[in-house]
């Protein structure tokens, strides 16, 4: 119990850096995929679905490190994607016992009528990369709105 507290506590100093770290990294994600202009992700990103489902829909990990490279950054992807759609933020799950404890988590959507509700962008990111392919985002964000607007808590 001990070291989850030191992780949680860990996760939650380091926030801001992990939030700051990701917002350019994103970006340059979209820009390296040709998708223009790649900025307008940090606003608009559900215009994005579509362009990033057909870069991705084939795309296949040569190794672990190009695996992890791109979970990290369709982790992002998805992420913001819930920010913006439901108005949330990025935090560190600090509910006890809880599936996402001490994790990076999207949430405190002011909308959604399960004020508990948080998505986990990294589990989202990990089946969609680990499926197969052509793989489809849309559909995988679009079962995730599902659950998110259903009324159980998602932890």
Not at 108 to 131: C, H, K
Request: charged share 25%; with cysteine.
């Amino acid at each position: 119990m001990r070291d989850e507290n030191l992780l949680l506590e860990r996760r939650q100093a380091e926030l801001e850096d992990f939030y700051k770290g990701l917002l350019p990294v994103l970006v340059d994600f979209v820009d390296r995929l040709g998708i223009r202009p790649a900025h307008g992700v940090l606003n608009h990103a559900q215009r994005f679905v579509p362009h990033l489902e057909t870069a991705l829909c084939d795309l296949a990990p040569v190794d672990e490190d190009d695996r992890t490279w791109l979970l990290t950054r369709v982790a992002y992807f998805v992420g913001e994607f819930f920010v913006q759609k439901h108005e949330g933020c990025w935090y560190v799950c600090d509910v006890k016992g809880a599936k996402y404890f001490a994790r990076y988590v999207v949430g405190r959507f002011p909308r959604v009528l399960n004020g508990g509700a948080m998505v986990d962008p990294f589990e989202v990111a990990q089946a969609f990369v680990d499926s197969a392919r052509p793989r489809r985002l849309g559909d995988f964000l679009e079962e995730v709105e599902t659950a998110l607007m259903s009324n159980p808590p998602l932890h």
